[in-house]
Nanobody
Framework: QVQLVESGGGLVQPGGSLRLSCAASGMIVSRYSMGWYRQAPGKLRELVAT???????TYADSVKGRFTISRDNAKNTVYLQMDSLKPEDTAVYYC?????????WGQGTQVTVSS
C-alpha cells in the first residue's frame, strides 16, 4: 500500500522560504515521475512541479525560478524548496505521482504566506 506523507509547511512572511518533504512508503519514488501539487481555498488543485525518474524537472510558470523540486533516493523522499514566497503561494501542498493517482493523495501540508 502506497503512502505519501507531506510535511514542512507553516506560516512564513512574503519573501521567505520553506522546504517541503514528501516521504514515500510502498513505492520507490525514483522509479516514477513525481509531482508537487497545491490547492488554494476556492480553487482547483494545480500542478506545481514534477521530477521524472531521470530527475528531469518541470515547473509551473507561476513558480519557475522560485521553487526547486528534488529527490533523495536513499531516503525515498521528494522535496520542494520554496524561495521568494508570495501571498498567492498560500495553499495546501500535496505530493503524488505524475500523472496523479487518485488513491495516493495524502493529507497535504498547509503553507501560509502572510505578513
Amino acid at each position: 500500500q502506497v503512502q505519501l506523507v507531506e510535511s514542512g509547511g507553516g506560516l512564513v512572511q512574503p519573501g521567505g522560504s520553506l522546504r517541503l518533504s514528501c516521504a514515500a512508503s510502498g513505492m520507490i519514488v525514483s522509479r516514477y515521475s513525481m509531482g508537487w501539487y497545491r490547492q488554494a481555498p476556492g480553487k482547483l488543485r494545480e500542478l506545481v512541479a514534477t521530477i521524472s525518474g531521470r530527475a528531469d524537472t518541470t515547473y509551473a510558470d507561476s513558480v519557475k525560478g522560485r521553487f526547486t523540486i528534488s529527490r533523495d533516493n536513499a531516503k525515498n523522499t521528494v522535496y520542494l524548496q520554496m524561495d521568494s514566497l508570495k501571498p498567492e503561494d498560500t495553499a495546501v501542498y500535496y505530493c503524488n505521482r505524475y500523472p496523479s493517482r487518485a488513491n495516493y493523495w495524502g493529507q497535504g501540508t498547509q503553507v501560509t504566506v502572510s505578513s
